[in-house]
C-alpha cells in the first residue's frame, strides 16, 4: 500500500534568509481536498505561523487518535456492539527523549463511547477492543511515543437503557 500526499508552500518575497517568512501551506489529498497548515505558534511565534492552521503536531496527534477510533469501531462491529458516538480528547506530549531530542513521547486517547442496542459490552471487554484496536493502530505501530488510552465511563444521562456510554 502505498499512500501520498501533496504540500505546497511559497516564500511570497519575504526575508528567507532573516527567517522571517510565513510558514502557511496547504497539504493536499487525493480527491482534491486542502487544509491550511502551518507550524504550530509553540514553536515558531506568530505572525510567522498561522494560529487558525493546523500543525503537524496537532495532525499526528489526530491521525494516532483516527487510527484507533476506526479500528475500535470495526472491532466492535465485528463483536455485535453497536456504537451510536465515539468522541475523542487525545493530547500528545512533546519533550526530550532518551537520545535528548524533542519528540513525541507519549500520545494519550481520551475516547467516550456511547453504545446501542442490546448488546453492550462489559468493562473487560471495551479494554479487551481497545487493546485490539491499538495493536491493530497502523500509525501507533509506526510511533515511538507511547499510547495511553484513557476511557472515560460517564452514563448517559437518561433513566432509559436505549444507550450505554462507556470508555
Not at 526575508?15 to 522571517?20: I, K
Not at 492552521?53 to 477510533?69: F, G, Q, W
Not at 484496536?133 to 484513557?150: F, G, P, R
Request: hydrophobic share 40%.
Amino acid at each position: 500500500m502505498q499512500f501520498e500526499a501533496r504540500l505546497e508552500w511559497q516564500r511570497n518575497g519575504q526575508d528567507f534568509l532573516a527567517q522571517r517568512y510565513s510558514r502557511a501551506h496547504e497539504w493536499i489529498f487525493d480527491g482534491g481536498l486542502r487544509v491550511p497548515a502551518s507550524s504550530s505558534p509553540l514553536s515558531v511565534p506568530l505572525p510567522m505561523s498561522v494560529a487558525d492552521n493546523i500543525d503537524p503536531e496537532e495532525a499526528l496527534v489526530a491521525a494516532t487518535s483516527s487510527c484507533h477510533m476506526l479500528f475500535f469501531l470495526s472491532i466492535a462491529a465485528r463483536r455485535g456492539h453497536v456504537v451510536e458516538s465515539y468522541t475523542d480528547s487525545a493530547v500528545g506530549l512533546m519533550e526530550r527523549n532518551a537520545e535528548g531530542r524533542v519528540a513525541f513521547t507519549n500520545i494519550t486517547l481520551r475516547p467516550q463511547i456511547v453504545f446501542g442496542g442490546s448488546a453492550w459490552p462489559s468493562e473487560e471487554e471495551i479494554a479487551a477492543i481497545h487493546h485490539e484496536a491499538h495493536e491493530k493502530c497502523y500509525i501507533a505501530n509506526s510511533l515511538k511515543a507511547e499510547i495511553t488510552i484513557e476511557p472515560a465511563i460517564e452514563p448517559d444521562g437518561s433513566d432509559e437503557l436505549p444507550e450505554q456510554t462507556l470508555g
